[in-house]
């Protein structure tokens, strides 16, 4: 019988924890913390989705794991209303958050040892953490060509990307589908920001344009954490293949990955209101307004960030950790580029999602 392996000998060290020293030194700040470092809302919930999820908490029982009809009804609908996107009957599924579909994904699907999953370069930590919790092989990778002729069984596409707010054009995300169908290789493109384009308009990879109206080994990912304000509902959905969906619907039965009813409800009324989003997203576009003209007025480089919630953002004098180090003595915490790539190891991630207040602090900082 084999030893079991400790998690540290599984996963790598999760990333924030070493910004801990940071936190401590920006905190000391006399006029307190700015904390742009992690992308969270602190924005309200909009009253009608705290509504929505009050009026369905008198729930007793198993909520479907397939979401309501209604749910599924509106996610369908705002795909084809916002992004033209049409997917078919029982081809959508809510997830509890994204982050937990993008960990999950891979063991899902049935990867393991001896399988192959390619991420972008710079990436979102959880695609290397997913594809080593299935025992899968994770490969970084911006360039098709270089992967030669591996056998990818998953290939993730992010765009708008986190943490570099880059967007890919319908053409590049064509190619990515061209490629992967000669392969039979599944794409899952992480669409989390797809709402929050500024300098270009993001375009979903089941797009006809992109896919020619087959959605065939495709899946998109989608949350309300950012759009909506629910990251503390953990409300998210994928989108696709209608077989890989049903797949992905049986072994979530098997395991209870159901998201609960109120919530449900509360996503439902989030799709269904174009309002509240358009009015949070105008939020974030002051903020970073704000804090883009701050950063550059400082000396500093703004790279891509043409859609999402951060800058990215490099300094001719500091390296990734320097520049932490450098923004901490002010008060102002960051996350280094170096925890998404080694590619990003001279770059930083700025959130614009603190508060108005907040951004207005760091940014008369930025100018001392």
Known sequence: MGE???????????????????????????????????????????????????DASDSPGYPLTW??????????GWLERRHDVRVADGAVLPTVGSKELVAWLPTLLGLGPGDTVVHPELAYPTYDAGARVAGATAV??????????????????NSPANPTGRVLGADHLRKVVEWARERGTIVASDECYLDLGWDTEPVSILHPDVCGGSHENLLAVHSLSK????????????????????????????????VPAPVQAAMKAALDDDAHAAEQKERYRARRTRLRAAFEGAGWSVEHSNAGLYLWASHPDHDAWGAVAALAERGVLVAPGAFYGPTGERHVRVAFTATDERVEAAAKRLAE
Do not use: C
């Open 4 to 54: 079991r392996r400790p998690v540290t000998d599984r996963l790598p060290t999760f990333p924030w924890d070493r910004l801990t020293p940071y936190k401590r030194t920006a905190a000391a700040h006399p006029d307190g913390i700015v904390d742009l470092s992690v992308g969270t809302p602190v924005d309200p919930v909009p009253a009608n989705l705290r509504a929505a999820l009050a």
């Open 67 to 76: 979401g309501t009809p209604e749910l599924r009804a509106s996610i369908q």
């Open 140 to 157: 970084a990778s911006d360039s098709l060509t270089a992967l030669g002729p591996a056998d990818v069984k998953l290939l993730w596409v």
């Open 227 to 258: 759009r909506s304000n629910l990251a503390g509902y953990r409300g998210a959905f994928v989108a696709g293949d209608p077989d890989l969906v049903a797949e992905l619907l049986a072994v979530r039965k098997h395991a209870g990955m159901i």
